[in-house]
């Protein structure tokens, strides 16, 4: 639970987005926008009676310093642009390209026409998600990325969510499971088939430590979940930055069914209705 502000706090607004992005985007990725595999796109670059493949024109999101490629995440920020690169090769283990910056150079007319040289420059392996071949749809690229936006932006805002709860003290006043309801569950714990066994037997008092502990850990953990959605629900702008996760709607189902017990009637042969 957050502690009472003092008036020195009270005055403090907090940051609109206090957590930082610290997943990565490719993990989110949705293959489904990609028309083409990875081996698709290389064929590209090969040609009919040639052994060689060449480069397969793209761009990708590479950083704008080439003598600082360092990508952790506690190392200094890093600067991203888009460049002109020609893709080499792709590997299945790491599920990455490799590509080869490309350097355009313009040199001064000799005449009406302009003169551009291309130098390549330092090789990188990236993910699908920082490489937009120049034979896609940009506008599903985009589509392609604004997916893997959300679904980080989501899971982010649900690990925070729990890892607060998980944080939260548990509150004495909170009132505790009941004996019978916690001897209720071990009774259906030991009545299934699937523990029973000589290993299951010889350890059964330490298994019923654990599980007992399990079950009263859980429940602490939703009261405190219901403790913080009312705080939460009680205080929107206080936690701007803290979403609620999202509960699946209820519903009547359209369609029911009633379980009927068959009768079996001994010594009659065959009825008759009057």
Request: with cysteine; glycine share 2%.
């Amino acid at each position: 639970m957050p502690r009472h502000q003092s008036s020195t706090e009270e005055h403090a607004t907090p940051p609109n987005n206090p957590v930082s992005r610290y997943l990565p985007l490719e993990i989110f990725d949705n293959e489904d926008y990609d028309c083409w595999t990875p081996d698709d796109w290389l064929s590209l670059g090969c040609t009919e009676g040639s052994p060689d493949r060449k480069p397969i024109p793209a761009k990708a999101l590479l950083p704008t310093d080439d003598k600082n490629p360092s990508e952790d995440a506690k190392s200094s920020p890093v600067e991203y642009s888009w460049h002109l690169v020609g893709v080499l090769d792709y590997s299945k283990e790491k599920r990455q390209y490799l590509i080869e910056k490309v350097n355009v150079i313009e040199e001064e007319p000799k005449t009406d026409k302009r003169v551009s040289n291309m130098i390549t420059g330092p090789k990188y392996w990236v993910p699908r998600i920082r490489l937009l071949f120049s034979a896609e749809d940009p506008r599903v690229f985009v589509e392609r990325i604004q997916f893997a936006l959300h679904c980080r932006e989501n899971t982010e805002a649900q690990l925070f969510y729990h890892l607060s709860v998980e944080c939260m003290p548990i509150w004495k006043g909170i009132p505790s499971l009941d004996t019978q309801s916690i001897e209720r569950i071990k009774k259906y714990t030991v009545a299934s088939e699937t523990y029973k066994g000589d290993f299951f037997v010889c350890s059964l008092e330490r298994f019923m430590e654990d599980l007992e502990k399990e079950i009263k850990l859980e429940y602490d953990r939703t009261m405190n979940s219901i403790i913080f959605d009312k705080v939460l629900m009680s205080h929107p702008e206080e936690f701007s930055h803290i979403s609620l996760p999202l509960k699946d709607p209820e519903y009547v189902p359209k369609r029911g069914k009633i379980v009927s017990f068959a009768y079996i009637y001994v010594g009659f042969s065959s009825f008759t209705l009057f």
